[in-house]
């Protein structure tokens, strides 16, 4: 099967803080970005505090924290385990425009620190659902990928800030969203 416009990419770095991720959300991940086209080519679009090893931004220019581009091929290279969730069902031109101005248009915002730390564990998921408004001012890896899903009508949500990789990702296998993972590495 060849990538597709919205399909998942699912990463298990080595390291402490991708410990801590997976412990916490109870899970195997501990980021997610997603797939897009920019000019003819696949991209990985994602919220990242991690400069990509060092790549620069295909749109920004330069190394960057937060919502950011690199070529596909580049993100599959990166150490540690990593899985490409399908999206179940092929996106149609017009939704493939649709997901490509969504995510141009959250590239240069800022990484959400105190999201990602509130969507991990599940007391403070149910109150940040309870007492959160959505905001896309800065985003993280999951809250990104979500919003991408909602705003293509694939999945629909409350709040795309309560999810964290892993709860994401059960949320759309279970709702048919993506499809069964293939680890790539």
């Given at each position: 099967?060849?990538?597709?416009?919205?399909?998942?990419?699912?990463?298990?770095?080595?390291?402490?803080?991708?410990?801590?991720i997976r412990a916490v959300t109870f899970?195997?991940?501990?980021?997610?970005?997603?797939?897009?086209?920019?000019?003819?080519?696949?991209?990985?679009?994602?919220?990242?505090?991690?400069?990509?090893?060092?790549?620069?931004?295909?749109?920004?220019?330069?190394?960057?924290?937060?919502?950011?581009?690199?070529?596909?091929?580049?993100?599959?290279?990166?150490?540690?385990?990593?899985?490409?969730?399908?999206?179940?069902?092929?996106?149609?031109p017009k939704e493939e425009r649709r997901l490509k101005i969504f995510l141009l248009g959250m590239v240069g915002r800022n990484y959400d620190y105190v999201g990602a730390l509130a969507s991990g564990p599940r007391l403070l998921r149910w109150a940040s659902w309870l007492f959160k408004e959505e905001s896309l001012n800065s985003l993280?890896?999951?809250?990104?990928?979500?919003?991408?899903?909602?705003?293509?009508?694939?999945?629909s949500t409350r709040s795309a800030s309560i999810f964290n990789p892993n709860s994401m990702l059960r949320r759309m296998r279970r709702r048919g969203a993506v499809l069964e993972p293939a680890r790539l590495k």
């Open positions: 099967m060849e990538w597709q416009p919205a399909d998942i990419v699912a990463f298990k770095t080595p390291g402490f803080t991708s410990a801590v899970g195997s991940v501990s980021h997610v970005g997603i797939v897009s086209k920019l000019d003819d080519r696949l991209v990985l679009v994602e919220s990242t505090t991690l400069a990509a090893g060092g790549a620069p931004c295909l749109v920004q220019g330069k190394r960057v924290k937060g919502v950011q581009v690199h070529p596909l091929s580049e993100a599959l290279t990166r150490p540690g385990k990593i899985w490409r969730y399908p999206v179940s069902q092929r996106l149609t993280f890896c999951s809250e990104l990928c979500m919003s991408a899903y909602c705003r293509l009508l694939r999945m």
